[in-house]
């Protein structure tokens, strides 16, 4: 399940990922809700709360990669939280491709400072 919400005038997309992300969670919550965003906030910063997510089903992880692939200039800086072993080598690889995108990830013990890293400016 994956719940949505924008905060600062848009600009902040906060996501939720809690149990098992499905196909349906990103065709009928997930992306229509980030291209509404997009179309009136782009460049966005996203907050993504995995700290209750479990894992994704496989059609979701292809829908999450065609969209990022698509819509990668319309976000500024994205945080990930939680305590899955894979998260962070998984982020430093994203990091050797995304060049003009910071993206960084956190434990569940630094949510805050996520949040803080986000509203900085940007560097």
Known sequence: MIQVSNKQNGKLVHLKYEG???HDD???ILIP??????KTSSPLRAFCDMRTFEKIESK???D??????HHIKNFERIATVGDQWWMSPLIKVSNLFLRKMEL???KSKEYKEAQKWLDK???
């Open 121 to 123: 400016k940007q560097s």
């Open 26 to 28: 990103y065709q009928k």
């Open 104 to 106: 960084k990830h956190f």
């Open 20 to 22: 098992v992300v499905t």
């Open 33 to 38: 809700k980030l291209k509404k965003a997009i």
């Open 60 to 62: 979701a992880m292809l």
């Open 64 to 69: 999450d990669f065609k969209f990022g692939i």
